[in-house]
């Protein structure tokens, strides 16, 4: 089992930033594939970016690229998605989520937290 906690949320204005942290325990976390997913009200849910259990492997979805960032510290427990430049259409939940396979099933999820940008 894995227990994800996410906090940084918030409202910010176009161009702003947000840091996102998704705190886990339950399992050792350095074990673990992590990921930030999105949904947008009337959207299907968005894969973000996810980092592989070293960190050094990364991915973002086209939408994200080069704006945000994602980075763990397991020694903390922690995942992060600093999130630059930010738009309005960036509007959504975050959610992160964690697979212990890396098979790409995400069984266990955070609660969400909300991201508004206002233009």
């Known amino acids: 089992q894995v227990q994800l906690v996410e906090s940084g949320g918030g409202l910010v204005q176009a161009g702003g930033s947000l840091r996102l942290s998704c705190a886990a325990s339950g399992r050792t976390f350095s074990s673990v594939v992590m990921g930030w997913f999105r949904r947008a009200p009337g959207k299907e849910r968005e894969h973000v970016a996810r980092?592989?259990?070293?960190?050094?492997?990364?991915y973002y979805a086209d939408s994200v690229k080069g704006r945000f960032t994602i980075s763990r510290d397991n020694a903390k427990n922690t995942v992060y998605l600093q999130m630059n430049s930010l738009k309005p259409e960036d509007t959504a939940v975050y959610y992160c989520?964690?697979?212990?396979?890396?098979?790409?099933?995400?069984?266990?999820w955070g609660q969400g937290t909300q991201v508004t940008v206002s233009s």
């Open positions: 980092i592989g259990r070293s960190g050094i492997s990364t």
């Open positions: 989520a964690a697979d212990p396979t890396g098979a790409g099933s995400w069984p266990y």
